[in-house]
C-alpha cells in the first residue's frame, strides 16, 4: 500500500543523503482503507512506524465492527493488544494511540499499560468539579482535530520525548482545531508566547498538564 512505499522512500532517501539516525514515523492511516480486508497490509506498514494512530471507528472497521456505534473501552483495549503483539515499530517497541474523539484518546505500548487519556473539552457531569473548560462552551466544528492532534503530537515528542506528555500537546492542539470552523488565529505577544484564538497556547497546555500530572512520570 501507499504508505509502505512512503514509508521505504524516506528511510532510502536519508540513508542516500548520509543521514544514519532514524526518523521518528508516526502515521495516522486513510479511514476509507480500514477493513478486514487490508488488516495484514496495515500491521505490515505498523512494523514501520512508531506510532500508528487511527481513531476508534477506523480500529473497529478493521475487525469488521459497526463503524456508527463507539466501540466498548474493553474493545478498544483488545484491538490496541492485537496490533502490538503483532507488531509497531522495526523492533516491536512501538505505540498505538486511538483518538477518540470527546472520550480524548486510548495510548498503549508495551512499556505503557492501556490507559485513557481526556480530551481538553469533555463533556462534564452534572455538579462535576473540574478545572478543564465544558465542551458545551467551546466546540463548534470538529473538521481537522486528528490532524491537529497528530501535529501537535509530534512537536511534544520532539520537545520532550515522553509519549504522554506529547499526547498532551495534542489534546491542546486538537482543542483550538474544535473552536472555529476553519484554522486557529494565531498571533505572537510582545513577550513572544504564542496565542491561539487569543488564548496563550502554553498556558492551555500548563492546564491541561495539571489535570492530568498523576498520569505523568518524569524520567
Known amino acids: 500500500m501507499e504508505a509502505e512505499s512512503i514509508c521505504l522512500q524516506i528511510l532510502e532517501y536519508?540513508?542516500?543523503?548520509g543521514i544514519t539516525v532514524r526518523p521518528w514515523l508516526f502515521w495516522?492511516?486513510?479511514?476509507?482503507?480500514?477493513?478486514?480486508?487490508?488488516?495484514?497490509?496495515?500491521?505490515k506498514v505498523c512494523r514501520l512506524v512508531d506510532v500508528f494512530s487511527p481513531n476508534r471507528f477506523e480500529l473497529a472497521a478493521f475487525f469488521g465492527n459497526d463503524i456508527h456505534s463507539p466501540p466498548q473501552e474493553s474493545a478498544i483495549m483488545e484491538w490496541c493488544t492485537f496490533f502490538l503483539?503483532?507488531?509497531?515499530?522495526?523492533?516491536?517497541?512501538?505505540?498505538?494511540?486511538?483518538?477518540?474523539?470527546?472520550?480524548?484518546?486510548f495510548v498503549m505500548s508495551h512499556n505503557q499499560p492501556?490507559?485513557?487519556?481526556?480530551?481538553?473539552?469533555?463533556?462534564?457531569?452534572?455538579?462535576?468539579s473540574t478545572p478543564m473548560p465544558s465542551s458545551q462552551e467551546k466546540v463548534i466544528d470538529p473538521t481537522g482535530a486528528g490532524n491537529a492532534f497528530m501535529g501537535g503530537f509530534?512537536?511534544?515528542?520532539?520537545e520532550t520525548g515522553d509519549i504522554i506528555k506529547a499526547?498532551?500537546?495534542?489534546?491542546?492542539?486538537s482543542s483550538f482545531a474544535l473552536e472555529q470552523i476553519g484554522i486557529p488565529r494565531r498571533a505572537v505577544a510582545e513577550d513572544g508566547s504564542e496565542w491561539w484564538n487569543?488564548?496563550?497556547?502554553r498556558s492551555r497546555l500548563d492546564l491541561y498538564l495539571s489535570s492530568i500530572r498523576k498520569d505523568i512520570v518524569d524520567a
Open 114 to 128: 492501556f490507559r485513557r487519556l481526556p480530551a481538553y473539552y469533555e463533556p462534564q457531569l452534572e455538579n462535576e
Open 154 to 158: 509530534a512537536i511534544g515528542f520532539v
Open 167 to 173: 499526547i498532551s500537546y495534542g489534546a491542546v492542539s
Open 85 to 105: 503483539e503483532h507488531g509497531i515499530g522495526p523492533s516491536f517497541t512501538g505505540t498505538i494511540i486511538v483518538r477518540a474523539d470527546v472520550q480524548g484518546c
Open 28 to 43: 495516522e492511516p486513510e479511514g476509507s482503507l480500514c477493513s478486514p480486508d487490508t488488516l495484514d497490509a496495515h500491521i
Open 14 to 17: 536519508r540513508q542516500a543523503a
Open 198 to 201: 487569543g488564548d496563550c497556547v
